[in-house]
């Protein structure tokens, strides 16, 4: 715990952000963190509460509540109060290979689940652990510590996304020889081309990259497994392959008209943007541009958030975000106690630009399209919506949301960006290695565990459990790394929590 009375005697003061208007001139971060002095004052907050819902990572009603990694969090807390940052950066790297990812772009399940924001606000433990790591780097504490010994085994990672960098950190402590294959030009998967700079600038994870270079991965990139290279010859060639490739296939809206110009998936938009803004600081034109567009985004998530950002940055005529769900309560309603994780309204960064420049909210609740418009060359010119309305499927006796009738309406549009989450495997990744898939085209493994059905491969990450947070990836990285290190040598003292 931090100060006994820490709670009571002072108020939450977190990272400010920079104004909308100013912050959208640029792609770069626009958190401007606390003071050391202030953090520690921020570290005192953290009380002795007795049962530290902050790092348990139970799920409570199907949704997680505190981080998933278990995250030492009262003891770093105590530790940043009391002045030890290198302690306490030695207590956070236990449980997290890449606080410097998380503390960015973690949704904070911990602070969700804070026992002082039961009553007020929680704890700053995202801006903590940001503290934490980057003071870490500043101080040397974070720099390279290849492993003394190695052991001869091994293991080939497919992906460098999150999931696959946290097996391959671990995996190369233990001594084992790691190579990551990365289909992109870039190492980070999700991280680099999936998160938009301003949530996450990719020097942050070159730093990271870096060092994990000089402790002994092997990165290589613009190679895409069973395309340019066989799963046969990486079964051949090491004693472990471990898929971490992620779920990217972009679920679809099928709609008349689906095939106008001008309808995209969201990953590809945002994905283009971050590589031109990396390339060329976008000179070279090599992306989907909304400058100017009348900009409709279907999907009220993170990745329509990125796209409402985005968009706007390029400099958009204007944005509209449809969700299918209706708007969450602002405050916690009385069937979704603490700790749960709070199903409330969040206005987001995108959603704050949106309303600095444009006058209002983006997002449209209870919508859907129905059909999409398009000129006589193809061009998409405008889509029709329709609203919807919860009700009891009578065969299934599920809560389904169904069209009300009479309820269209047109809106113009000439950039429409499609942000409705992903289903799963891409099939040639599968069918390469042969694993089988479940039902819902995740690679299927035993519960709770990481071995596929063919010998010496591997599965984690949105790969194994489909679409889900930075935070998940990372534990279940750390969790194949032991399986795969078990396989390998009869036991594993690897840490998973």
């Given at each position: ?48 509460c ?19 990694l ?60 940001h ?118 296939n ?21 994905k ?7 390339d ?31 968009s ?8 509209t975000?449809?969700?299918?769900m ?26 704050e630009?949106a ?17 999409f ?49 992903f ?75």
């Amino acid at each position: 715990m931090g100060k006994p009375t820490g709670f009571i005697d002072y108020e939450r003061e977190d990272a400010k952000a920079i104004e909308p208007k100013e912050r959208i001139k640029n792609f770069k971060e626009f958190h401007i963190p606390l003071s050391m002095e202030k953090q520690q004052i921020q570290g005192a907050r953290c009380m002795n509460c007795g049962v530290p819902f902050c790092q348990s990572g139970m799920t409570i009603m199907g949704m997680t509540s505190g981080c998933p990694l278990h995250n030492l969090v009262p003891e770093w807390n105590d530790l940043v109060y009391t002045g030890n940052w290198e302690q306490a950066y030695n207590r956070l790297k236990k449980t997290n290979n890449f606080p410097e990812f998380t503390s960015r772009v973690c949704p904070a399940l911990c602070e969700a689940a804070c026992t002082c924001g039961h009553w007020e606000d929680p704890v700053t433990c995202k801006a903590n652990e940001h503290g934490i790591i980057e003071n870490a780097y500043a101080k040397g504490y974070a720099a390279a510590k290849p492993p003394r010994v190695r052991t001869g085994k091994k293991v080939a990672i497919i992906g460098s996304g999150p999931a696959g960098l946290a097996a391959a950190d671990q995996l190369n402590k233990r001594g084992h020889q790691v190579t990551v294959f990365e289909r992109d030009d870039r190492v980070g998967g999700l991280l680099m081309y999936g998160i938009p700079n301003m949530k996450l600038e990719k020097w942050v994870i070159d730093r990271k990259v870096d060092i994990m270079k000089e402790e002994g991965v092997e990165f290589v990139t613009s190679v895409n497994v069973g395309k340019d290279v066989k799963a046969a010859k990486l079964l051949k060639d090491y004693d472990r392959v471990i898929l971490a490739c992620g779920a990217k296939n972009p679920r679809d809206i099928k709609a008349p008209g689906r095939d106008a110009k001008g309808i995209y998936f969201a990953v590809d938009f945002l994905k283009a943007t971050t590589k031109s803004l990396l390339d060329s600081d976008l000179k070279d034109n090599n992306y989907i541009s909304a400058k100017g567009k009348k900009v409709v985004i279907i999907g009220g998530g993170d990745t329509g958030n990125d796209c409402v950002g985005t968009s706007i940055r390029h400099g958009c005529a204007s944005v509209t975000q449809l969700e299918m769900m209706p708007k969450a309560p602002d405050t916690r309603a009385e069937n979704n106690p603490w700790p749960e994780w709070p199903k409330v309204c969040k206005t987001d960064y995108g959603q704050e630009e949106a309303i600095a420049v444009f006058g209002h909210d983006p997002r449209i609740y209870q919508t859907t399209v129905k059909e999409f418009l398009k000129d006589k060359n193809g061009n998409l010119n405008g889509i029709i919506t329709v609203k919807l309305e919860s009700k009891k499927d009578e065969k299934t006796g599920r809560m389904v949301m169904s069209e009300v009738p009479g309820s269209e309406t047109k809106l113009d549009a000439d950039l429409v960006l499609i942000a409705a989450g992903f289903l799963g495997t891409e099939k040639y990744v599968a069918d390469a290695f042969g694993v089988e898939l479940n039902a819902r085209t995740n690679v299927s493994t035993a519960e709770g565990a990481y071995a596929t059905s063919v010998k010496n491969v591997f599965a984690a990450g949105d790969v194994h459990r489909g679409q889900s947070l930075v935070v998940w990836a990372i534990r279940e990285g750390r969790e194949v790394a032991h399986a795969v290190d078990e396989s390998l040598m009869g036991y594993s003292y690897l840490s998973v929590q």
